[in-house]
Nanobody, 124 residues
Framework: QVQLVESGGGLVQAGGSLRLSCAAS????????MGWFRQAPGKEREFVAG????????YYPDSVKGRFTISRDNAKNTVYLQMNSLKPEDTAVYYC?????????????????WGQGTQVTVSS
C-alpha cells in the first residue's frame, strides 16, 4: 500500500508559478514510478508529468513541456511538480499517482494509488 497526500495548490494569476508536493508513505517509495495528473470540470483526467523510480527519466505531454518540471526526493518520500508560466487552461484538480514495479506511463489505469487531489486555479 502507498498513501499519497498532495499539497501546494491555490489561486495564482496567469504567468505565475506554483509548486505542488506529494508526500508518500507505505511501501518503499524509491521503487515506485510516480505521475501527476489533472482533471478540469467536465473533462477526463489527463497526464501532465511522470518520473521514474530513480528520477533519471521524466516525461511530459506537449501541453506542459517547458513549463512544468517533475522531480522527486526519495530520502523525503516526496515528489514535486514545479509549474511555471501558468495559464487559465491549467486550472484543474491535480492528483499524484503511484505505479509500483512499473515504468512511467501516461495511462491513468496503470497507476494503483492516488492522492485526494489539490485544486489549482489560474486567473486571467
Amino acid at each position: 500500500q502507498v498513501q499519497l497526500v498532495e499539497s501546494g495548490g491555490g489561486l495564482v494569476q496567469a504567468g505565475g508559478s506554483l509548486r505542488l508536493s506529494c508526500a508518500a508513505s507505505g511501501r518503499t517509495f524509491s521503487s515506485v514510478a510516480m505521475g501527476w495528473f489533472r482533471q478540469a470540470p467536465g473533462k477526463e483526467r489527463e497526464f501532465v508529468a511522470g518520473i521514474s523510480w530513480s528520477g533519471g527519466f521524466t516525461y511530459y505531454p506537449d501541453s506542459v513541456k517547458g513549463r512544468f518540471t517533475i522531480s522527486r526526493d526519495n530520502a523525503k518520500n516526496t515528489v514535486y511538480l514545479q509549474m511555471n508560466s501558468l495559464k487559465p487552461e491549467d486550472t484543474a484538480v491535480y492528483y499524484c499517482a503511484a505505479r509500483p514495479q512499473g515504468w512511467v506511463t501516461t495511462d491513468r489505469r496503470e497507476y494503483d494509488y492516488w492522492g485526494q487531489g489539490t485544486q489549482v486555479t489560474v486567473s486571467s
